[in-house]
């Protein structure tokens, strides 16, 4: 069966220090992959996707995710966080096989920013 | 631009009770869905429509029925309310299937059940 892991429940980063989430997931096939995040009290907002191609995605907000096909993994990382950034984030994988489009999430990782 | 709409934001209800969430959206999409959120378990899918009179059970149906009468309302139905389905409860909606469109997510209804 399908799966996506994301390893780290909680982090927690200084304001200005990198960050980067794993996500780590398991299909028969390379799959279509998400960053979501989740403001306090809001819905989820894209934050990038990789479908095909290079392999390094830019997103929003001025994140970046890697998808690394020999790991299984799709990574997002941002250079320098800034206190908006505190959310939940997840990630997320619609399988290629799947006509009807839908999306299979991963626990999610609930990001501190610390000053 | 209003997106994607869920009425009531907040609701607590009494065991066996019933229910209907309202989700609408204004983005003229065909695809619709609705998720429950819980701790630890990110988001699950429970039902989902691919246009106006058509639907499909996701990943935890149970307990939940859903109606599509017209193309920009999605509706989940709580027959009889259980602990169990205290959650958040997310709709999305997207013009194609979500793996090559942007889905949108309304902002969430906060559901107790006591």
């Known amino acids: ?115 | 631009n209003a997106g994607v709409t869920q009425t009531p934001k907040f609701r607590v209800l009494k065991t066996g009770q019933s229910m209907t969430l309202l989700c609408a959206q204004d983005m003229n999409h065909e695809y619709m869905y609705w998720y429950r959120q819980d701790p630890g378990m990110g988001l699950r899918l429970i039902h989902y429509s691919v246009g106006e009179g058509t639907t499909a059970k996701g990943e935890v149906p149970d307990g939940y029925n859903v109606s599509r009468l017209k193309k920009q309302n999605f509706l989940l139905g709580l027959e009889s309310a259980a602990p169990s389905q205290t959650s958040v409860y997310f709709c999305a909606s997207s013009y194609s299937t979500p793996s090559v469109t942007e889905a949108f997510f309304g902002q969430g209804t906060r559901l107790t059940v006591v």
């Open chain 1, 1 to 115: 069966a399908q799966s996506v892991t994301q390893p780290d429940i909680h982090i927690t980063v200084s304001e200005g220090a990198s960050l980067e989430l794993r996500c780590n997931y398991s299909y028969g096939a390379t799959p279509y992959l998400f960053w979501y995040v989740q403001s306090p009290g809001q819905g989820l907002q894209l934050l990038l996707k990789y479908f095909s191609g290079d392999t390094l995605v830019q997103g929003i907000k001025g994140f970046e995710a890697e998808f690394k096909r020999s790991q299984s993994s799709f990574n997002l990382r941002k250079p320098s966080v800034h206190w908006s950034d505190a959310a939940e984030y997840f990630c997320a994988v619609g399988m290629t096989t799947d006509s009807w489009g839908k999306l299979q999430f991963g626990a999610g990782t609930q990001v501190v920013v610390t000053p």
